[in-house]
């Protein structure tokens, strides 16, 4: 009996692996076909171990498979202050500007419009707040506004998009242009604004915008550990 145990163990611990490769080789496969790696330096490994990254590509590579040419990620905006602000996936259409934050999260969420924080829920026990996406989106937003400055009749739509492993529990908002969705139903809800939405750049436009944003995705390493400082220390005053 200690034998045939030992050979079951043996066995579900190489199934596992093998599927750690599939997964593995099926990721560096997508990375590769993605223009996500135009705006990221990362490896298959940093998908694999981080979740945060992952959310972000995931989102960006429905985007890509929805055809939709003029993407950027990873953008560093700059505000009126002279800091910087981090937007994760940003597309530019016909039908204005989407702006999407990333929340690749488990558990369930809890949160309304006017709060300053939500709160991720992962158990009975176990809780963590973290600042209120849709004002995170919001301060995207205004400092795009001020980067864009002189273009004119500009529209923004706010994405949230959290993991699919998440519950929202009765999150209200009131604002017509914010979205909050799962990844699973992303593709669904940006289809039905491209067909209820009304143009608002021509593509010359979008052209104008997609050549602006995508110098602020070309920055130094030391630019962005300054940021990530900045953000830290933001934090920790709170």
Not at 183 to 192: A, F, I, T, W
Request: some cysteine; glycine content about 4%.
């Amino acid at each position: 009996m200690g034998i045939f145990i030992l050979i079951v163990i043996i066995l579900v611990i190489v199934i596992i692996y093998k599927l750690s490769l599939q997964e593995e080789e099926s990721y560096k496969e997508r990375l590769e076909n993605s223009t996500y790696t135009k705006f990221n330096n990362i490896r298959v490994s940093d998908l694999l171990n981080d979740k945060g990254i992952l959310g972000e590509f995931l989102v960006f590579e429905i985007l890509e498979n929805m055809e939709f040419k003029h993407l950027l990620s990873s953008v560093y905006i700059p505000k009126k202050n002279n800091e910087l602000t981090e937007i994760d996936v940003i597309l530019v259409s016909k039908k204005g500007i989407f702006i999407f934050e990333v929340k690749n999260y488990t558990g369930s969420i809890i949160g309304n419009e006017e709060d300053k924080n939500w709160i991720q829920k992962l158990n009975a026990s176990t809780k963590h707040e973290f600042y209120n996406p849709i004002l995170q989106n919001e301060g995207h937003i205004n400092a795009l506004n001020f980067y864009l400055k002189d273009i004119k009749n500009k529209k923004y739509y706010s994405y949230i998009v959290f993991g699919n492993d998440v519950k929202m529990k009765n999150i209200k908002y009131t604002s017509d242009n914010v979205r909050i969705v799962n990844m699973e139903n992303l593709k669904d809800r940006l289809e039905e604004d491209f067909n209820t939405l009304s143009d608002v750049f021509t593509e010359g436009k979008i052209n104008l915008i997609f050549n602006r944003l995508y110098k602020c995705t070309n920055i130094t390493a030391y630019t962005k550990n300054r940021h990530i400082e900045t953000l830290k220390n933001g934090y920790n005053r709170q």
